[in-house]
């Protein structure tokens, strides 16, 4: 079912993006139980087989319906910071209100018919106190061992989607940003039309405090349209880019350009086809991050990269000079 946001001025001037760690973990959880999300990760999902299968994460599936459903908020709230800590985040999951852990837990089980009466949907009822504890300690299990070995890159793809769309937001506008998030996303006459699974009734509105757009590795093809109330609004859409984390081809450059430029070089460009740190670089190519920032400077002085500082990072994206010598054209 849609749900339409009408944006308001004030919330018009409030659009923010941010990357939250807590957010791309739970959305990790959702994709291991949603098989129309496996497409881009089989990779990972092979990799990360025996370490989920030694995880006992049955406390949160009782809370992430394998299809559609309703997964409490507060087990990954919307950040009030662009780029939070994993840390920080997990502080405001523990901290918790009991009565608010017991509203949205109970609306998650009514989802699934018999999971409220069960034992374990009754205990988590009984003393919300403890099942926000247990559930903090296995999403924190869950970030560690499935999502931080991998985060430097999954936060670069984030990084550059949110620098990438911050351009087209310069250049076009906000018409360009929100008809360009995902194709179950309309937008016109000043209404955001997003594609809603359960009651509507519990959706939040616009209500001056702006949309928070979070691109995400692992909602594809999903766009993920929360929170309930009292919850900021919050768009959860694909990363440009994120296709190629978990896959072992890379673009490879033409004989022609590797002559030219020397192949390590020429991998470098054909490869940037969204933008990227050096240390990203370095781990995708296999080399020393010196060589990686070498073969960079000397790429940038042509005239065929250009960079530009996001967050702790320094992104690296071809110009379009570089798209057409990486191209052949």
Do not use: K
């Amino acid at each position: 079912m849609p749900l339409t946001l009408r944006l308001g001025t004030d919330d018009l001037r409030r659009c923010r993006f941010a990357v939250s760690p807590l957010c791309q973990t739970h959305e990790a959880l959702r994709m291991l139980r949603r098989s129309a999300r496996h497409g881009y990760h089989r990779a990972w999902l092979r990799r990360a087989a025996p370490t989920v299968a030694g995880l006992d994460l049955a406390p949160l599936w009782l809370f992430i319906p394998p299809v559609g459903g309703y997964t409490p908020d507060f087990l990954g709230p919307p950040p009030e910071e662009p780029y939070p800590c994993f840390e920080d985040e997990l502080a405001r999951v523990r901290a918790t209100d009991p009565a608010l852990a017991h509203a949205e837990m109970a609306r998650s089980l009514a989802c699934t018919p018999g999971l409220t009466e069960s034992p374990a949907g009754r205990a988590a009822l009984d003393d919300p106190a403890a099942a926000v504890r247990r559930l903090a300690d296995l999403t924190e299990q869950a970030w560690r061992v499935l999502v931080a070995p991998d985060w430097a890159r999954h936060r670069a793809v984030l990084e550059a989607d949110i620098a990438h769309r911050s351009r087209q937001v310069a250049d076009a506008g906000l018409d360009a940003l929100f008809a360009g998030l995902h194709p179950d996303v309309d937008w016109a006459d000043g209404s955001l039309t997003l594609p809603v699974r359960g009651d509507l009734t519990e959706a939040q509105l616009a209500d001056g405090r702006g949309v928070l757009l979070m691109p995400s590795v692992f909602v594809w093809p999903d766009v993920v349209s929360g929170f309930a109330r009292p919850w900021q609004p919050t768009v959860i859409y694909p990363a440009r880019g994120m296709g190629g984390l978990h896959t072992d081809g890379m673009p490879r450059p033409s004989e022609a350009l590797a002559r030219l430029l020397g192949r390590q070089r020429a991998a470098i460009l054909a490869g940037l086809e969204d933008p990227a740190s050096t240390t990203d670089l370095a781990h995708r190519h296999g080399l020393a991050p010196s060589t990686v920032s070498a073969h960079l400077s000397v790429l940038r002085e042509a005239g065929l990269l250009d960079s530009r500082r996001q967050s702790h990072h320094v992104l690296y994206g071809r110009t379009p000079l570089g798209d057409a010598v990486a191209s052949g054209g």
